[in-house]
C-alpha cells in the first residue's frame, strides 16, 4: 500500500472513491441547481448522472417534506456548520424513497461555488423499523 504524508489523493483515487462511494455525492449553486452527482445517484435515485445535472435539486421531493428542506438548504448556505435533514424523495421508479443529507456550505471555496450534498438512502432501515413496531402491536 502507498502511503502519503500529501493531504490530497492523487486523482485516479479520488474518482475511484468517489465512484465507489455508498453515499452519493452533489455539488448545487446557490439556488438549488445541481452542478455535478457522483455515480452512485443512480443506485439512489435510479436517475444516471446526466439526468439529474442541470435540474433542481427540490424536483424530486415529496411535497409535504418541501418547506423543512427547503429551510435546511437555507441553513446550509448561509452557515458554515453542516445541515442534516431526512426527507422523502421520488425514484425514478415512482416510489417514495427515505433520504438522510448533510449539507455543507462552500459557496466561498473557488473551486466549489455551491454546497456539497451527501445523500445516503435510508428507506431500508425506516421500512424494518416499521415492520418491527407493526409486529410489535
Not at 436517475?47 to 439529474?52: G, N, R, T, V
Not at 448561509?78 to 431526512?86: F, K, L, Q, W
Request: with cysteine.
Amino acid at each position: 500500500m502507498v502511503m502519503t504524508t500529501d493531504p490530497y489523493l492523487p486523482g485516479d483515487w479520488y474518482r475511484a472513491v468517489l465512484a465507489k462511494s455508498a453515499d452519493a455525492i452533489a455539488l448545487v449553486e446557490r439556488e438549488g441547481r445541481i452542478l455535478f452527482v457522483t455515480a452512485p445517484i443512480q443506485r439512489l435515485t435510479g436517475y444516471a448522472p446526466h439526468e439529474l445535472i442541470g435540474t433542481s435539486a427540490f424536483d424530486l421531493i415529496h411535497r409535504d417534506d418541501m418547506p423543512r428542506v427547503r429551510e435546511a438548504f437555507r441553513r446550509a448556505a448561509e452557515s458554515r456548520e453542516p445541515v442534516r435533514i431526512e426527507y422523502r424523495a421520488r425514484h425514478k421508479d415512482g416510489t417514495w424513497r427515505h433520504r438522510d443529507c448533510i449539507g455543507i456550505n462552500r459557496l466561498d471555496d473557488p473551486a466549489l461555488r455551491g454546497i456539497v450534498v451527501n445523500y445516503r438512502d435510508t428507506s431500508v432501515g425506516i421500512m424494518a423499523e416499521a415492520a418491527l413496531l407493526e409486529r410489535q402491536r
